[in-house]
């Protein structure tokens, strides 16, 4: 089976016009029927017929099976692509979460140095869910996520480094700032500044929010941490962010929630089943997992 008619035809598929697909490979449109007869010849199935009173092409359901499987043959074949360019390299590409990033890159990065590691390595800045959807694509190598919830991913290998809490986080001049712990319902009232999509945060503040049957208000939301932070302080609205986030250095406080049953940021390590390891990336793995046993022991 030819590489290159798979491609025809899932553009064939997409666009469900000849014409339009040979321009796209800038090809001619003979060179676009044979694909898709060689293709049917040789799984001996109808794959498209024409609809000729609508003017149109019809995916039969053969067809509609090929389209799943071209489509995953093809992403394989760039991810393969990927990993055997990335092989001939001397760097690794290395996904953190800027959250993330900021509490533990700078002592991190002090293990690889001493490992001589550092100017191996190629740091990608992104939440949690564009790294994640990276990983997959083959455009890093390895990535420490946040998820609230185990990372469940059989085209992935995951291991769980550190499991942190959720906090409520407000300015000091706020009435809730000498509170202990709260409970999510009690901010019934309250307006929110929240981190965006591209981060893991929304999913557990949604969580919450349906366990305690409330539909929270929420003002604002971006990608800029220090830009919440400073709305914050300035009391335009409260956060809801994992622990690690917060610093004495922001003068915001940070208070833990009393809810029985309430989502984890869990911070894990993230690279590609299929992906073999070069003994860069061997070595980083290890230097990651010796230095986040030093912050479970700290923290305990």
């Known amino acids: 089976m030819n590489t290159r008619d798979i491609e025809y035809y899932v553009q064939i598929v997409k666009q469900k016009n000849f014409t339009k697909v040979a321009k796209y490979f800038q090809v001619s449109q003979p060179t676009i029927t044979y694909a898709l007869k060689r293709l049917e010849k040789e799984l001996d199935a109808v794959l498209i017929t024409r609809d000729r009173s609508h003017h149109e092409l019809v995916i039969t359901p053969a067809g509609k099976q090929l389209f799943i499987h071209a489509q995953s ?4 074949i760039k991810m393969a692509k990927a990993e055997i360019t990335q092989l001939q390299k001397k760097k690794l590409r290395f ?5 993330i990033g900021n509490e ?3 002592k991190l990065s002090s293990y690889f140095i001493k490992s001589q590691l550092m100017d191996q390595i190629e740091i990608t800045d992104g939440g949690s869910r564009d790294l994640y959807g990276m ?7 390895l990535a420490i996520l946040g998820s609230t919830q185990p990372i469940i991913d ?5 291991e769980l480094l550190l499991d942190k ?3 409520i986080v407000v300015a000091p001049t706020h009435p809730f700032a000498d509170r202990q712990t709260i409970s999510f319902s009690d901010l019934i009232a309250e307006q929110f500044v929240l981190l965006n999509e591209h981060y893991v945060h929304p999913a557990a503040f949604k969580k919450l929010a349906k366990q305690a049957h409330i539909e929270p208000k929420v003002v604002y939301q971006s990608n800029d941490l220090a830009i919440l932070k400073s709305m914050i302080r300035e009391n335009i609205g409260i956060g809801f962010l994992t622990e690690i986030a917060i610093h004495p250095e922001d003068h915001l406080v940070s208070i833990p929630l009393s809810d029985q049953l309430q989502p984890h940021f869990l911070i894990s390590l993230a690279k590609r089943t299929q992906q073999i390891p070069t003994p860069l990336q061997e070595n980083v793995v290890e ?6 046993k030093t912050q479970k022991k700290n923290k305990s």
């Open 73 to 76: 043959i093809l992403q394989e």
């Open 95 to 99: 996904g953190m979460p800027p959250i």
């Open 104 to 106: 533990y890159f700078p």
């Open 135 to 141: 990983i997959h694509q083959g455009r890093i190598d």
């Open 154 to 158: 059989q085209k992935l290998e995951i």
């Open 165 to 167: 809490r959720f906090m």
């Open 287 to 292: 230097v990651i997992q010796q230095f986040m």
